[in-house]
T-cell receptor, first 114, second 112 residues
Framework: KQEVTQIPAALSVPEGENLVLNCSFT??????LQWFRQDPGKGLTSLLL?????REQTSGRLNASLDKSSGRSTLYIAASQPGDSATYLC?????????????FGKGTHLIIQP | DTAVSQTPKYLVTQMGNDKSIKCEQN?????MYWYKQDSKKFLKIMFS???????INETVPNRFSPKSPDKAHLNLHINSLELGDSAVYFC???????????FGQGTRLTVV
């Protein structure tokens, strides 16, 4: 069964720094990997979806990479801002078909200090 | 327009009661899901529905039952509520297959 691990569990950095969040998964036979952001008391906002055939995906200051063979993904945040403070979650489909839902990591709680 | 909407946002109820949470998506997606986020913030899949057929049920008690009147709606019914059911429940949807998933804002259920 797929397991997803996120490191670190929490991270606090000063504003302006570039940072990397890590995600690893045990079953490399994934169709895609999705990064989400969750603000306190709010729902999940989809940030990036990387297909298994892609190596990376970019959106603004965010860049996500995927290495299927090693079972790893990273989320790179450039020039961090206080508004980036949130919990970041990565998730992969539970089976090849995707209809079985997503398996989530436990998230990285990120605090950007002004 | 909100893509995935669920109501209510907050629900406080007593043990033993029966309650429902509604979910609607206007994205034209084929598959809808319910997830539970526990007190430790861990998200876990409960159900998924594809064309009105239940795809999976991840060891969820049978007090929980999803009902889908049409492709755009997937409601969650919970019978005989227990203290341990207190959590945040999220509805989500995606196109058929491993497509991008979109989530609702969540329903915080508190059983007292």
């Amino acid at each position: 069964k797929q397991e997803v691990t996120q490191i670190p569990a929490a991270l606090s950095v000063p504003e302006g720094e570039n940072l990397v969040l890590n995600c690893s998964f045990t079953d490399s036979a994934i169709y895609n990997l999705q990064w989400f952001r969750q603000d306190p008391g709010k729902g999940l906002t989809s940030l990036l979806l990387i297909q298994s055939s892609q190596r990376e995906q970019t959106s603004g200051r965010l860049n996500a990479s995927l290495d299927k063979s090693s079972g790893r993904s990273t989320l790179y945040i450039a020039a961090s801002q206080p508004g980036d403070s949130a919990t970041y979650l990565c998730a992969v489909p539970d089976s090849g078909g995707g209809a079985d839902g997503l398996t989530f990591g436990k998230g990285t709680h990120l605090i950007i200090q002004p | 327009d909100t893509a995935v909407s669920q109501t209510p946002k907050y629900l406080v109820t007593q043990m033993g009661n029966d309650k429902s949470i509604k979910c609607e998506q206007n994205l034209g997606h084929d598959t809808m899901y319910w997830y539970k986020q526990d007190s430790k913030k861990f998200l876990k899949i409960m159900f998924s529905y594809n064309n009105k057929e239940l795809i999976i049920n991840e060891t969820v008690p049978n007090r929980f039952s999803p009902k889908s009147p049409d492709k755009a709606h997937l409601n969650l019914h919970i019978n005989s509520l227990e203290l341990g059911d207190s959590a945040v429940y999220f509805c989500a949807s995606s196109q058929q297959g491993p497509a991008e998933a979109f989530f609702g804002q969540g329903t915080r259920l508190t059983v007292v």
